[in-house]
């Protein structure tokens, strides 16, 4: 089953999964608003912690909620060789996410390719919950988020699954 999501339908299943939720980020930049004050600051070369933004400090409490309570928040983000200016600004803030208890894994764009992540590593990004939803969210040529497909009881559910065992499989922590 697929059905058309709106954003707090988008929150919800960010807040009621049971085990765990992975995310497979494929986008080289993301227009989100409540970023733009700290990424500026970032590129200006005068970074300020992520959390001075409150929509990123309530993520990392989030996160922080979830891994306390158990369960596993991770994600493999694909990289541009060079890498974008915005994929440096979420590398150096990635101390944050993983003190809050997210997994982050880093996988170069060629390698997802190769690997023969779904679509050849520039589609839609996704997150899996529990191993049985699917969520896609889709973005425009300008990195702003278009739509949002959950999917359940579906063989793309599977797949993802099989997608993220592949992307852990040739990423490496943001640790390493």
């Known amino acids: 089953m697929r059905t058309e999501i709106d954003d707090a339908e988008f929150w919800r299943q960010l807040d009621t999964f049971q085990q765990s939720a992975f995310r497979l980020e494929q986008q080289p930049a993301y227009e989100v608003d409540y970023e733009d004050e700290v990424y500026a600051s970032f590129l200006r070369g005068r970074p300020v912690p992520p959390t001075d933004s409150p929509a990123l400090a309530d993520w990392m409490k989030l996160v922080a909620r979830h891994t ?39 996988l170069p764009r060629a390698l997802a390719i190769r690997g023969g992540l779904f679509p050849p590593a520039e589609g839609p990004d996704w997150w899996l919950f529990d191993d049985r939803r699917l969520m896609l969210t889709c973005y425009d040529s300008e990195h702003r988020r278009t739509g949002i497909e959950l999917v359940e009881d579906d063989p793309l559910v599977q797949r993802a699954r099989e997608w993220r065992a592949v992307a852990i499989a040739l990423a490496r922590t943001a640790e390493s």
Do not use: F, K
């Open 68 to 106: 306390g309570h158990g369960r596993t928040m991770s994600r493999v983000r694909i990289v541009d060789d060079p890498i974008t200016d915005y994929q440096r600004w979420l590398r150096w803030g990635d101390w944050w996410n993983v003190e809050a208890g997210e997994v982050i894994r880093y």
